[in-house]
């Protein structure tokens, strides 16, 4: 496994109808490096976003789709994405603020 900083984890947020459902819950997505564990992400989460405090962190593994081209079939990349539960006390996420 490869050294993973802080840095590196947070790949980008992820912005759908449901993610920004959960907001209001202080819920937020993104997506995250593969080899990432929750300890990792909730250290990257707390560093990158000033005045953040993690209550609880929840993974899931994405496995690539199926895609054709002619009679070759493949699977795009998988992905990893994560939803970080905030404590009450935890100051907003301001990268989502504006949505």
Same mark, same amino acid.
């Given at each position: 496994?490869? +050294?993973?900083?802080?840095?590196?984890? !947070? *790949?980008?947020?992820?912005? /759908? %109808?449901?993610? &920004? $459902?959960?907001?209001?819950? $202080?819920?937020? /997505?993104?997506?995250?490096?593969? %080899?990432a564990?929750?300890?990792? #992400?909730? %250290?990257?989460?707390?560093?990158m976003?000033?005045?953040? #405090?993690? %209550?609880?962190?929840?993974? &899931?593994? *994405?496995?690539? =789709? =199926? +895609? +054709? $081209?002619?009679?070759?079939?493949? $699977?795009?990349? =998988?992905?990893?994405?994560? #939803?970080? =539960? *905030? /404590?009450?006390?935890?100051?907003? !996420?301001? *990268?989502?603020?504006?949505?």
């Amino acid at each position: 496994m490869a +050294r993973v900083l802080y840095y590196d984890v !947070i *790949l980008k947020p992820l912005v /759908t %109808e449901k993610s &920004m $459902r959960e907001m209001a819950d $202080r819920k937020y /997505t993104f997506l995250v490096h593969p %080899e990432a564990n929750k300890q990792m #992400i909730k %250290e990257a989460v707390e560093k990158m976003f000033e005045g953040t #405090i993690v %209550e609880k962190v929840n993974t &899931m593994n *994405l496995q690539g =789709k =199926k +895609r +054709r $081209r002619g009679m070759v079939v493949g $699977r795009t990349a =998988k992905a990893k994405k994560a #939803i970080v =539960k *905030l /404590t009450e006390d935890s100051k907003d !996420i301001e *990268l989502f603020a504006g949505l």
